[in-house]
């Protein structure tokens, strides 16, 4: 009974910078990894970054420098900070938590980015 409910997308300039919220609630197991996929038009979803429970991060190396992701263990919440968007970066973004131990992945509605130039 995991949901994840995602914020922050819209339409931005190349350049410019969004910060995409995701408010996990359910049964969360305290270990964990939330982060950021993206599926690009007629593209597969792919990961943009991930953040362990611990705080430990992975990025796609096409969003290395750029993007930032970090979360509050308090509200259950990650967070994608882009910045010097790119037009390639026009997507959805999902959201998704992860449970190792148990296997179980959730993932989020998802958010339109896009990024004009």
């Known amino acids: 009974q995991v949901q994840l409910v995602e914020s922050g997308g819209g339409l931005v300039q190349a350049g410019g910078s969004l910060r995409l919220s995701c408010a996990a609630s359910g049964s969360i197991f305290s270990t964990n990894v939330m982060g950021w996929y993206r599926q690009l038009p007629g593209k597969q979803r792919d990961l943009v970054a991930t953040i362990t429970s611990g705080g430990s991060t992975n990025y796609a190396d096409s969003v290395k420098g750029r993007f930032t992701v970090s979360r509050d263990n308090v509200k259950n919440t990650v967070y994608l900070q882009m910045n010097s968007l790119k037009p390639e970066d026009t997507a959805v973004y999902y959201c998704?938590?992860?449970?190792?131990?148990?296997?179980?992945?959730?993932w989020g509605q998802g958010t339109q980015v896009t990024v004009s130039s």
């Open positions: 998704r938590l992860s449970i190792p131990s148990r296997f179980r992945t959730y």
